[in-house]
T-cell receptor, first 116, second 114 residues
Framework: KAGVTQTPRYLIKTRGQQVTLSCSPI?????VSWYQQTPGQGLQFLFE???????NKGNFPGRFSGRQFSNSRSEMNVSTLELGDSALYLC???????????????FGPGTRLTVL | QQQVKQSPQSLIVQKGGISIINCAYE??????FPWYQQFPGKGPALLIA?????SEKKEGRFTISFNKSAKQFSLHIMDSQPGDSATYFC?????????????FGRGTSLIVHP
C-alpha cells in the first residue's frame, strides 16, 4: 500500500500571500489530520477531517483552513502568510475510528513552507 | 501549558546501551499512548503504542512501560544501534468527536555513537 503523500514537498512564499498544500491519504483511510511542526512549538494539531467534514480543530487562527474531498484527499490553506507560519506541515491519515488501527495515525513526509 | 512533558530533550548513548525516554501527562482522558520515530526530512513513523490497561508492551528492542497512577510512560530502547539515531516523540491521544487526537511531547533527539 502506498503511504501518505504530500505535495509540494517544499514551498517558498512571501508575507501576505496565501498557500494551498495537498495530502493524499493511504488508500481506504477516511480520516485526515494536519499538523504544524516548528522547532519552537513542536508538533501541533491543526484540524481533522472525516467524510468531508471538519470533525476537530486545534487552536490556530482562522487564516488556517482546510477541506476534504469525496476521495478523502485533503487540502489545507493558509491565507495572509506571516513569517511565523514557516514550518513543516504534516498530514496524517488513519482508518475509521473503531476499526483495527483506527487510533493510529500514519504521517506523510510533510511540506516545508518558508515564508520570507 | 504543556499537556505532555517529555524528557530528556537530547540523549547520547553508546552502541549497545539502553536509551530511556520519559513522558508525563495530566489529562486523564488520554487513553492511547503511541511513540513516534522521526528521521530528518521524514514524517514521524509509529514505533510502538500502548493502552492504559497494560503496564508494559515489548516489540523487539523497544519497550513501553506505563504507570497509570503516576500518569507516566517511558520508552526503552535496548541494545541501541547507530541506526536508532533519530528524534522520538511520545504522544497521548484522546477520543474527540469520534476520532483519536494526539498531543505530542516536544521530542527527544537520540544519538547513538558507534
Amino acid at each position: 500500500k502506498a503511504g501518505v503523500t504530500q505535495t509540494p514537498r517544499y514551498l517558498i512564499k512571501t508575507r501576505g500571500q496565501q498557500v494551498t498544500l495537498s495530502c493524499s491519504p493511504i488508500s481506504g483511510h477516511r480520516s485526515v489530520s494536519w499538523y504544524q511542526q516548528t522547532p519552537g512549538q513542536g508538533l501541533q494539531f491543526l484540524f481533522e477531517y472525516f467524510s468531508e467534514t471538519q470533525r476537530n480543530k486545534g487552536n490556530f487562527p482562522g487564516r488556517f483552513s482546510g477541506r476534504q474531498f469525496s476521495n478523502s484527499r485533503s487540502e489545507m490553506n493558509v491565507s495572509t502568510l506571516e513569517l511565523g507560519d514557516s514550518a513543516l506541515y504534516l498530514c496524517a491519515s488513519s482508518p475509521e475510528p473503531g476499526l483495527a488501527g483506527g487510533d493510529t495515525q500514519y504521517f506523510g513526509p510533510g511540506t516545508r513552507l518558508t515564508v520570507l | 501549558q504543556q499537556q505532555v512533558k517529555q524528557s530528556p530533550q537530547s540523549l547520547i548513548v553508546q552502541k549497545g546501551g539502553i536509551s530511556i525516554i520519559n513522558c508525563a501527562y495530566e489529562n486523564t482522558a488520554f487513553d492511547y499512548f503511541p511513540w513516534y520515530q522521526q528521521f530528518p526530512g521524514k514524517g514521524p513513523a509509529l514505533l510502538i503504542a500502548i493502552r492504559p490497561d497494560v503496564s508494559e508492551k515489548k516489540e523487539g528492542r523497544f519497550t513501553i512501560s506505563f504507570n497509570k497512577s503516576a500518569k507516566q510512560f517511558s520508552l526503552h530502547i535496548m541494545d541501541s544501534q547507530p541506526g536508532d539515531s533519530a528524534t522520538y516523540f511520545c504522544a497521548a491521544s484522546e477520543r474527540r468527536g469520534g476520532s483519536y487526537i494526539p498531543t505530542f511531547g516536544r521530542g527527544t533527539s537520540l544519538i547513538v555513537h558507534p
